[in-house]
């Protein structure tokens, strides 16, 4: 049997953050288009969990969450990595790709948090300090 999950999938700024404010602007080391990462951020009302994608070289690349599932003691979130189609016009500028899943605080069912592609590989896997 399942838990049924509440959350919601929010773009950067609808979830109330800017760029500036992730460090989304500055690349680092390990900072490949394919790689992608998670950070978590818990306040009292909210857990906020950010998926990014790698620095990307051109506009056009975005991240899909497809499903988020409790998979046994962790919070499973699987995306999918979408890129420009050859010929697509897209803005000629660096971009990181993010979303923010947005759990209640009071209702986070786990400790853990992972993000997982479509084959089920997990890419990064964090704590939740509740």
């Known amino acids: 049997m399942s838990e049924e999950l509440t959350f919601s999938v929010l773009s950067l700024d609808r979830a109330g953050y800017s760029a500036d404010q992730m460090n989304l602007n500055r690349p680092s080391e390990d900072d490949e288009p394919d790689g992608v990462s998670l950070a978590v951020l ?27 599932s409790l998979c046994e003691s962790e919070v499973c979130i699987t995306v999918e990595l979408i890129d420009p189609a050859p010929g697509d ?7 990181r790709p993010v979303k923010v899943v947005r759990f209640p605080g ?3 069912p786990a400790r853990y ?18």
Do not use: W
């Open 89 to 95: 016009v897209v803005t000629m500028m660096m971009t």
């Open 42 to 68: 818990k306040t009292a009302a909210r857990v906020d969990v950010f998926v990014f994608r790698g620095m990307c070289p051109t506009g056009g690349y975005a991240i899909d969450v497809q499903e988020v």
């Open 113 to 130: 948090v992972s993000v997982r592609d479509p084959d089920g590989c997990v890419h990064d896997r964090e704590k939740i300090n509740l």
């Open 106 to 108: 009071d209702t986070f």
